[in-house]
């Protein structure tokens, strides 16, 4: 049975329902996650996501989908296969996204132990080469 929220929501700006679009904590790690490597299987998630669940990334995907960020495209196959890409219009969030990371290292200090492996090898907002190298010794490399 589907979930059916009580209210609709509704969005006074747009800016609020681009972050509740990719604002959430697994939307914008998929959206990375696929930037760097696709297409993407659905246990390439699970893989690549320590922590994320199956119905969250199920959710996930389908409001991304429903969103036209990604698309999922199911071949003919035995066994069956299905990958998730981004769109055009996901290309865009990627940029966007990198845009606002920018901002956010400008003005708040970065936490390299706490980040996600593909965002300390960022092109976009390099880590310092010291930072980096120590870091890369103690990762697992899930991401690269």
Known sequence: MAY???YEKKFSTPFEHG???????????IIGILHLKEPLRYSDFKDLLPGLTDPVLS?????????EIIVRTQY?????????RLTTKGWELVYLCQQICS???????REPENEFPYCRNCEV?????????????NTDRNYE
Do not use: A, M
């Open 4 to 6: 059916h929220p009580k």
């Open 19 to 29: 972050l509740e679009l990719f604002g959430g904590k697994w939307s914008s790690r």
């Open 59 to 67: 959710n996930n995907l389908k409001k991304l989908i429903r969103e």
């Open 76 to 84: 003919d196959e035995i066994p069956p296969r299905v990958e998730y």
């Open 103 to 109: 901002w956010c290292c400008k003005y708040y200090p």
């Open 125 to 137: 907002n390099p880590l310092p080469d010291d930072v980096r190298t120590s870091e890369s010794e």
